[in-house]
């Protein structure tokens, strides 16, 4: 997720058991956020790709530690933040399991040029296999490095 110029982008991708992309997404929003909920409307963003995918045993993976705590700690956490978290966490109860992890933001590419088109772009898009040739070499570019 970003917050730049006034607005917000987030971008999800998910994977198969290989690594290989099955969908994705990335969201804009013509409003400025804390990053902290930039990251939070990602999260959502994501639940609902993998729903929609229909997603059995997920694996999220975010470069937010912010996220990936709050996340697993919804349980203590007390903050307006923190509750939204849990409500956002509802959700889970559409999978067989859930997992949330944090990744270094080097091994996020996919994810963070997802949101840099939603910026660029100005609007929302939800992909699936059938992805657009900038969406294309963005998934080259990362299977390569």
Excluded: P
Aim: proline share 0%; hydrophobic share 40%; net charge negative.
């Amino acid at each position: 997720a970003t917050v730049l110029n006034g607005c917000t982008g987030v971008g999800a991708v998910a994977r198969d058991h290989d690594g290989f992309v099955i969908g994705g997404c990335y969201n804009f929003q013509k409003t400025a956020m804390d990053i902290s909920w930039a990251e939070v409307e990602a999260f959502k963003v994501a639940l609902k790709l993998a729903k929609s995918l229909n997603v059995g045993r997920l694996i999220v993976e975010s470069d937010s530690a912010m996220l990936v705590n709050a996340v697993n700690k919804r349980r203590q956490d007390i903050t307006i933040l923190g509750q939204c978290i849990r409500s956002e966490c509802d959700a889970f109860s559409s999978f067989e399991s859930i997992q949330v992890k944090w990744i270094n933001r080097n091994n996020n590419y996919v994810a963070d040029s997802l949101y840099k088109l939603a910026i660029k772009n100005e609007n929302d898009l939800y992909f699936d296999t059938d992805y657009l040739m900038d969406i294309y070499n963005i998934i080259i570019r990362d299977s390569i490095n």
